[in-house]
């Protein structure tokens, strides 16, 4: 009896593992009965198992200046690193968009309005890329998903209600130059969460082993 309810609870809390990228439209659907293929799994690098040349697959037009991310977040906080590959069927996301990653705090949905591009990026309007975006929780664990876009000079990034965070949801970047971006309706007295990404005070060799820490669980571990 007790070994049933521990099966049901590692089940439930897997279940409940999971992060989807509602825009630009994600690539398939990577978990639950929703999948068409159930080899689909979030725990495999680099795109939940998804190929990039699917029939008929989902793809984007996104600004050429940075687009949009929204992401619905089901943690109570999450380190969230943003990639970016270039090409029809991508599998090497050699561009990194978080500088190099983000701390996000809240559970619901978390939107960027815009994420600014490399500056020397070699694209032009019509060119194809995917973007690869990476969780880690607080299970440890690192989850994948992917979306594939089409660089548009006359797209718009999300604006106004397109655009809003759930209540309770920011995040931190993490990087050389941190900068916080917080949800307009969090109450700046509200209590930090563990993962609320306030380093005030924590020396730079503390924050450096965070971040390589958090790297090597992401790129470094098998799952």
């Known amino acids: 009896m007790a070994f049933s309810a521990l099966i049901l609870l590692v089940v439930a809390h897997f279940a409940d593992a999971h992060f989807s990228i509602e825009y ?39 600004p050429m200046t940075g687009g949009s991310l929204k992401l619905d977040l ?26 190099p990653f983000w701390n996000e705090t809240g559970n619901g949905t978390l939107c960027v ?8 990026l070699p694209i032009s309007d019509g060119s194809r890329g995917s973007l690869q975006v990476v969780t880690v929780g607080d299970d440890g664990n690192a989850l994948y998903n992917c979306a594939d876009i089409t660089f548009r000079a006359n797209a ?19 990087g050389s130059q941190s900068q916080s971006q917080p949800n307009p309706t969090t109450s700046p007295s509200s209590s930090p969460s563990p993962g609320s990404g306030s380093f005030n005070g924590v020396s730079t060799l503390v924050l450096s082993s965070v971040v390589a820490i958090t790297m090597s669980v992401v790129f470094g571990m098998s799952v």
Do not use: K, M
């Open 113 to 120: 309005p815009q994420i600014a591009l490399p500056t020397d």
């Open 74 to 99: 089901h943690h109570p906080w999450t380190y969230i690193f943003v990639n970016l590959g270039l090409g029809d069927d991508v599998s090497n996301f050699n561009y990194s968009l978080t500088n």
């Open 24 to 62: 630009p439209t994600g690539r398939a659907v990577t978990v639950g009965s929703g999948r068409l293929n159930e080899s689909y799994s979030q725990w495999v690098q680099p795109c939940a198992g998804v190929p990039g040349n699917l029939p008929g697959g989902n793809r984007t037009d996104w």
């Open 156 to 174: 718009t990034a999300l604006s106004g209600n397109e655009c809003a965070n759930s209540t309770g949801v920011s995040y931190t970047v993490i």
